[in-house]
């Protein structure tokens, strides 16, 4: 596709974007158009022209990459190196990765009662909303961190639910994250992170899901990502949940699991979950308060997860 035809297809979404009236329409059919000019200015014969333009890409939010996406293809093979320099600029730094935080919202009463209420609640919520993909068959568990790759076969990600339950070992918080994919292994790309605080009144029943969720997730349907898990035990025994996988020859096609007690990931085995598309936000999750997120463990934000080692699955 030439440089005239991708600026000519930007100008008409943003078009598109005035025309549909819609709250934060203007704003993105302004930046947009700003993306559309600075890459036009990539591509210019005046190296401080192009270095200017570069140098702004790569300082924009998050919420530009998919519209860099489309340059992705073109047929300019410089402005293409260009675009997936500043894609990755964009995505691998720690201060832009979009971070939720949760700790369960469990409410007054007896937790035995409690428990069984958010099982309803969750199962209801679970029937309304879109599952774009999930594996959920599985009889054995294990402990620890671990990554699982898929192919998420929707446009959006509002929502992942981990086969992942309290161990009723230590309390602490949990993480997971949503990466790109690099030669079969979970890449640097951190494109969405969410945390989540079980303590002793956390609702999950054993051998049930927790939601992870995450607003305003784009993917491609048809790319490999990974869901990489970490947790951070406050006490002794090091374990916060159990998770729930497959270990049988009839596992997940589209993906594989790395594990803690594997060197590299392996492809009979899948850990237990769900991506869902829509639905809105799930049950029995409120925003941490700043004086919950104090007892968030200091991390590397760009940190690989403790499973990962240096090779990946084969293709």
């Given at each position: 596709?030439?440089?005239?035809?991708?600026?000519?297809?930007?100008?008409?979404?943003?078009?598109?974007?005035?025309a549909?009236?819609e709250?934060?329409?203007?704003?993105?059919?302004?930046?947009?158009?700003?993306?559309a000019?600075?890459?036009?200015?990539?591509?210019?014969g005046?190296?401080?022209?192009?270095?200017?333009?570069e140098?702004?890409?790569?300082a924009?939010?998050?919420?530009?990459v998919?519209?860099?996406r489309?340059?992705?293809?073109?047929?300019?093979?410089?402005?293409?190196?260009?675009?997936?320099?500043?894609?990755?600029?964009?995505?691998?730094?720690?201060?832009?990765?979009?971070?939720a935080?949760?700790?369960?919202d469990t409410?007054?009463?007896?937790?035995?009662?409690?428990?069984?209420?958010?099982?309803?609640?969750?199962?209801?919520?679970?029937?309304?909303a879109?599952?774009?993909?999930?594996?959920?068959?599985?009889?054995?568990?294990?402990?620890?961190?671990?990554?699982?790759?898929?192919?998420?076969h929707c446009?959006?990600?509002?929502?992942?639910?981990?086969?992942v339950?309290?161990?009723?070992?230590?309390?602490?918080?949990?993480?997971?994250d949503?990466?790109?994919?690099?030669?079969?292994?979970?890449?640097?790309?951190?494109?969405?992170?969410?945390w989540?605080?079980?303590d002793?009144e956390?609702?999950?029943?054993?051998?049930?899901?927790?939601?992870?969720?995450?607003?305003?997730?784009?993917?491609?349907?048809?790319?490999?990502?990974?869901?990489?898990?970490?947790?951070?035990?406050?006490?002794?025994?090091?374990?916060?949940?159990?998770?729930?996988?497959?270990?049988?020859?009839?596992?997940?096609?589209?993906?594989?699991?790395?594990?803690?007690?594997?060197?590299s990931?392996?492809a009979?085995?899948?850990?237990?979950?769900?991506?869902?598309?829509?639905?809105?936000?799930?049950?029995?999750?409120?925003?941490?308060t700043?004086?919950?997120?104090?007892?968030?463990?200091?991390?590397?934000?760009?940190?690989?997860?403790?499973?990962?080692?240096?090779?990946?699955?084969?293709?």
């Amino acid at each position: 596709m030439t440089v005239f035809r991708m600026i000519l297809v930007l100008c008409v979404l943003a078009t598109m974007c005035r025309a549909a009236g819609e709250d934060g329409a203007a704003a993105k059919a302004a930046d947009t158009n700003r993306v559309a000019a600075l890459i036009k200015q990539l591509a210019a014969g005046d190296f401080k022209t192009r270095s200017a333009a570069e140098k702004e890409l790569a300082a924009c939010p998050r919420s530009v990459v998919p519209v860099l996406r489309a340059w992705e293809n073109t047929d300019a093979p410089e402005l293409q190196v260009s675009i997936r320099n500043i894609i990755r600029a964009i995505l691998t730094d720690p201060n832009r990765i979009a971070t939720a935080y949760y700790v369960f919202d469990t409410g007054s009463g007896d937790l035995s009662a409690r428990k069984t209420k958010w099982a309803a609640s969750a199962e209801e919520w679970r029937g309304k909303a879109t599952v774009a993909v999930a594996f959920t068959n599985g009889r054995s568990s294990t402990a620890g961190s671990f990554a699982q790759s898929f192919v998420p076969h929707c446009n959006e990600i509002q929502t992942v639910e981990l086969g992942v339950y309290p161990a009723s070992f230590d309390q602490g918080w949990t993480r997971l994250d949503v990466r790109e994919d690099e030669e079969g292994r979970p890449a640097p790309l951190v494109l969405a992170r969410c945390w989540i605080l079980f303590d002793k009144e956390c609702p999950v029943l054993h051998g049930q899901w927790t939601p992870f969720a995450f607003p305003d997730l784009t993917v491609d349907p048809a790319r490999k990502y990974w869901l990489c898990y970490s947790e951070y035990p406050t006490g002794e025994h090091r374990a916060i949940v159990n998770y729930k996988l497959n270990m049988e020859q009839d596992g997940y096609a589209e993906g594989g699991l790395w594990r803690a007690s594997n060197s590299s990931p392996s492809a009979q085995e899948d850990a237990l979950f769900r991506v869902l598309s829509n639905g809105g936000p799930p049950p029995g999750l409120r925003a941490a308060t700043d004086e919950e997120r104090k007892s968030l463990p200091k991390v590397d934000p760009g940190e690989q997860p403790e499973c990962v080692g240096t090779t990946g699955l084969p293709e």
